[in-house]
C-alpha cells in the first residue's frame, strides 16, 4: 500500500508550541469501507483555534488525543469511494485535516465545485473562517446601518472580513487594528477600512480613541486581553462585543491581567457575547449567496497565505500564531 504523512500531537504544550510537541508520521493507507471515501487532501487550514485543543482542558471541542493524527479543515479530491453518490474525481470538504490521505465517512463530507471557486475559498472567505465574520458581525453583535465598528486582528481571515462586511452593510465607520504598518496600510488602501492601527506602535487605547474619536458601537474581537479592555472603553452606550477569539492569550501560562474596567458594562448598558460559529450553520446558504455575490462582482477581497507541503504544516501553524499570515493561512499538498 502506498504511504501517506499525517501529523501528531506528542506532548501538550507548555507555553508556546514547540516542534518537539509534534511528530510527522508516515502511516499506510487504508481501503475505504462501506459509506466512506479516500480523500487526497490538496488544502489544509490550520485555524488558531487548533491551539486550544492541543491543551488537556474541557472545552466545546474535544482536545487532540495524543499519538494519533491532529484534526481540521481540508479539501481534497475522492481516490476511492465506496459511498453512494460520491466518485472518484469529486471534491470534498472535510474534517480530517493535518495529513495527506483522509479516509472519511461520506456523511461528514461537503462537495465543493472548484469551478465555482478556488479550493482553498471553501476553508476561508467561503468556508468556516467566512461564516465566522458573517455571523458574528451581524447576528452575535447585531450590526445595523450607520454604526461605528472596531475589528481586532483584522488583517486575519476572519477580521479582515469582518471589516469589510460592516463596510458593504452601511457602516459609518470601519477601524482596525493589526500588527505591522504593512497590515495597516492593507486594512485601509485594499480593504476599504476608514482608519487602521499598528498594535505594537503603542498603547491600543490611545491608537483606538485618535481613529474612532466618537467612539464605537461594535467591537468584533480576535485578540481579546489589552484590544478588549480598549474597546470596552471606547463602546458607546448600548454598544456590543462579539467575542470570537482571544488569540493573545492562547500561550499563556499566567493568568491575563484583564480587562479591568468590566464596571464600564453596566451604566454603558454593553453586551459582550462570546459565540462559536458552529451555532449559526443555519445562516450558511444566506452567507454563501451574499458573500458569493459580493465576490463576484468584486466588492470583497481577500488574500492567503499559502504553505506548499505536509512537512511545513507545522510551521505554517506556528506561523499563525506569531501572526506571519495576511489573511487565510493554507497548507497546499501538490498534487
Known amino acids: 500500500m502506498p504511504m501517506s504523512r499525517e501529523w501528531h500531537l506528542v506532548a501538550r504544550p507548555q507555553g508556546w508550541p514547540v516542534p518537539e510537541d509534534f511528530s510527522l508520521v508516515s502511516t499506510e493507507i ?15 487550514s490550520v485555524d488558531p483555534y487548533m491551539r486550544g485543543r492541543m491543551n488537556d482542558a474541557k472545552s466545546y471541542a474535544p482536545p487532540y488525543v495524543l499519538g494519533e493524527p491532529m484534526l481540521g479543515g481540508a479539501v481534497g479530491v475522492v481516490v476511492a469511494s465506496a459511498a453512494d453518490g460520491i466518485a472518484v474525481g469529486d471534491h470534498l470538504l472535510h474534517g480530517l485535516g493535518w495529513r ?38 451581524l447576528r452575535v453583535a447585531g ?21 469589510q462586511i460592516a463596510r458593504l452593510k452601511g457602516a459609518a465607520r470601519v477601524v482596525g487594528s493589526a500588527g ?15 482608519a487602521a492601527f499598528n498594535y505594537r506602535k503603542g498603547p491600543v487605547a490611545e491608537q483606538l480613541r485618535a481613529a474612532a474619536p466618537d467612539g464605537i458601537d461594535v467591537y468584533f474581537d480576535n485578540v481579546g486581553g489589552e484590544h478588549l479592555e480598549a474597546a ?13 477569539g482571544a488569540i493573545s492569550q492562547y500561550n499563556a501560562t499566567e493568568p491575563p491581567p484583564g480587562p479591568r474596567n468590566l464596571g464600564l458594562l453596566i451604566g454603558k448598558r454593553i453586551t459582550l457575547s462570546g459565540f462559536l460559529v458552529g451555532d449559526h450553520q443555519d445562516l450558511r446558504p444566506e452567507f454563501v449567496r451574499e458573500v458569493g455575490g459580493w465576490l463576484r462582482d468584486g466588492r470583497l477581497q481577500y488574500r492567503e497565505t499559502v504553505v506548499t507541503g505536509i512537512d511545513r504544516a507545522l510551521d505554517a501553524f506556528l506561523g499563525l500564531l506569531r501572526g506571519d499570515n495576511t489573511g487565510k493561512m493554507i497548507v497546499a499538498l501538490p498534487e
Open 180 to 194: 505591522s504598518d504593512e497590515k495597516a496600510a492593507l486594512l485601509v488602501d485594499e480593504y476599504g477600512f476608514d
Open 232 to 244: 470596552i472603553g471606547a463602546l458607546n452606550v448600548h454598544g456590543r462585543a462579539a467575542l470570537c
Open 143 to 163: 450590526f445595523t446601518e450607520g454604526e461605528s465598528v472596531f475589528v481586532s486582528g483584522a488583517a486575519g481571515a476572519v477580521g479582515s472580513q469582518a471589516g
Open 100 to 137: 495527506e490521505y483522509a479516509l472519511v465517512d461520506a456523511a461528514h463530507t461537503v462537495a465543493v465545485d472548484r469551478r465555482a471557486a478556488p479550493l482553498p475559498a471553501y476553508l476561508g472567505v467561503l468556508g468556516m473562517t467566512g461564516l465566522t465574520a458573517y455571523a458574528g458581525l
Open 30 to 44: 487504508p481501503e475505504p469501507g462501506p459509506g466512506q471515501v479516500l480523500v487526497r487532501n490538496l488544502f489544509l
